[in-house]
């Protein structure tokens, strides 16, 4: 089965097909149907991603079955290889949220059926369509955007990374030395880069941003970090983004945050209720994004 477990398992080609056709949902122009049923697995909290991709799936007129750990075996340690053998006979598509990319392998190498990173510790590939998708609707293009990733080289900062350098865009991730994005990431970034792609991977914030035309950030501490939350906060503090640091970007760039928000801590109140700001468009693309997905890998006319 297919299976997108990282930004990456889909080509540039099939990124710019997935937008068009989000783009074409969103319009109406298309209105695909299915009688298909989604599983979602996810072991931690969620409101965006398990909230678009259910009702993305009833819009396409399928069925959602939450199989959230708590109320299923999976939680109470049954494998995951013995799981995905099951849910495989009953469902048509899963898409997991786990702490551990490796756990999403191992659906994968187990389930007859597409398994969807719906996050883990590595990656974030729904999001980062979503932020394709918007970065599209801002500038008619993706191509040639320059966009600066603020805060923790985390999962949405890989498959930022990784995306794109796949849609040739000039990518910039400022981040404290010892939180930057993991270096395979960034090598296989360079790897995938198309002509014209960059990849900038700096501490320094402000010159990060100048010139931006996006300007992205996201939690300082993602689900599983909290412990360390509160010793995190001064270091990545040069990195918030706030109305100094955004004066250095492009006069008409946009402000990304993949939400949830931390007022205060990696974005001001000002800049993300400010005329700048694109970030509840980016949260309604979440949606349209994992529609197309899913019609995409369940074949859906
Ligand atoms: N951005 C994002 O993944 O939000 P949720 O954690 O609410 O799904």
Redo the contacts with the bound molecule.
């Keep these: 089965s297919r299976d997108i477990l990282g930004i990456a398992d889909l080509s540039a080609a099939e990124i710019k097909d997935l937008l068009q056709l989000a783009a074409d949902l969103k319009s109406g122009k298309r209105s695909p149907v299915c009688n298909k049923i989604l599983g979602l697995l996810f072991y931690?909290?969620?409101?965006?991603?398990?909230?678009?991709f259910t009702v993305a799936m009833h819009q396409l007129g399928g069925q959602v079955i939450d199989l959230n750990p708590n109320v299923t075996q999976v939680g109470r340690g049954e494998p995951i290889s013995d799981t995905a053998r099951v849910l495989d006979r009953y469902i048509d598509i899963l898409a997991v949220?786990t702490f551990k990319q490796t756990d999403l392998e191992e659906f994968a190498r187990y389930a007859q059926i597409p398994i969807i990173n719906?996050?883990s510790d590595l990656e974030?590939p729904?999001?980062i369509l979503a932020d394709l998708l918007t970065i599209q609707e801002c500038f008619g293009k993706v191509s040639g955007v320059t966009a600066t990733f603020l805060g923790d080289g985390n999962n949405?900062a890989h498959s930022f990374i990784l995306g794109g350098a796949l849609m040739g865009m000039k990518i910039r991730v400022a981040t404290p030395e010892a939180h930057q994005p993991e270096p395979a990431i960034v090598e296989k970034a360079r790897q995938l880069a198309v002509d014209g792609a960059e990849i900038i991977i700096t501490e320094d914030p402000v010159e990060a941003v100048k010139g931006s035309q996006v300007v992205y950030t996201?939690v300082w501490a993602s689900?599983g970090q909290e412990a360390s939350a509160e010793s995190r906060i001064p270091m990545f503090q040069p990195y918030q983004v706030n109305e100094e640091i955004l004066a250095h970007a492009d006069s008409d760039a946009i402000v990304l945050h993949?939400?949830?928000a931390h007022r205060g801590e990696e974005i001001t109140e000002a800049v993300i209720e400010g005329k700048q700001s694109r970030v509840w468009d980016e949260?309604e693309n979440?949606m349209h994004v994992q529609k197309a997905l899913l019609v995409s890998l369940l074949g859906i006319e």
């Design positions: 931690k909290a969620s409101t965006r991603t398990r909230v678009s949220r719906a996050l974030h729904c999001q949405v996201d689900m993949c939400l949830p949260a979440r």
